[in-house]
């Protein structure tokens, strides 16, 4: 019983200590990164001086009630909702007082390491509306990166060294799950992945509510074998077979 403790004892360090942070303003960007040598997904926060690389189940992006308009009179939007309907758009271009996120492949590991490009997945979607990600092309129509009520999964590619912002929409307030994983393929022919959860808010509401729903997507490993999680899982599961076995041949 004393190693079953110690082994419950090892996993608390693996869950998120630190306090859930809000960003309504200002910018950031999802990206991979190389966080103490493992390929990973997190939220780089430019709000704080210097910039926060931020673990995405300790964040949330909010979308508040300065995103909110209309939709507009105009046939290349309608996927967007009937004119008129109020949406919250996180807009591509900066706007003050509105959150700013983007998507970036430019930590310095990354783009040294990766081949050409990294993958970006959207598994999933948890939430009360219909969630869209889309561009303004240079000719000003939309180009649509994800849609919600599209099958999953949907990906892009993103070229490394590269830096981009979008158009992040939401037809109905409340919280927003985003069960995103990004993969790419190493110079050394090795291939590593992540699979997170991007938690946004749409609203003026409780953001609170985020962090009330269980993640849809469990960290995964970066391809050099199982997360540390699984192992001492794994080993108490071990240890309480073990621990059965002898009571009951000590019973007998």
Do not use: C
Not at 28 to 40: E, H, I, M
Not at 69 to 97: E, M, R, T
Request: aromatic share 8%.
């Amino acid at each position: 019983m004393k190693l079953l403790a110690a082994l419950l004892l090892a996993v608390a360090p693996l869950a998120p200590a630190a306090e859930p942070v809000v960003i309504s303003n200002g910018h950031v960007d999802l990206g991979p990164r190389f966080a103490d040598g493992r390929w990973t997904v997190q939220l780089r926060d430019d709000t704080t001086d210097p910039e926060t690389w931020r673990d995405l189940d300790a964040v949330v992006v909010q979308a508040n009630g300065k995103a909110k308009i209309a939709v507009p009179n105009d046939p290349a939007y309608q996927f967007l909702g009937k004119p008129g309907q109020s949406v919250w758009v996180i807009p591509q271009v900066q706007q003050d007082g509105i959150v700013w996120p983007g998507w970036n492949t430019q930590d310095r590991e990354v783009a040294t390491r990766v081949d050409r490009e990294v993958t970006w997945s959207l598994e999933g979607v948890q939430g009360p509306g219909t969630f869209t990600l889309f561009l303004n092309s240079d000719f000003g129509k939309p180009h649509e990166v994800f849609d919600s009520r599209k099958p999953f999964p949907q990906q892009t590619g993103v070229d490394v060294n590269t830096h981009v912002h979008g158009n992040w929409t939401f037809d109905t307030q409340g919280a927003y799950l985003l069960d995103v994983a990004m993969t790419a393929k190493l110079t050394d022919g090795t291939t590593v992945t992540d699979r997170r959860t991007l938690r946004i808010y749409a609203g003026d509401g409780d953001v609170r509510t985020a962090f009330a729903t269980p993640a849809p997507a469990a960290a995964q490993s970066d391809g050099s074998g199982l997360e540390v999680w699984w192992f001492v899982v794994g080993a108490v599961v071990l240890v309480l077979a073990t621990t059965g076995t002898v009571v009951v041949r000590k019973r007998r």
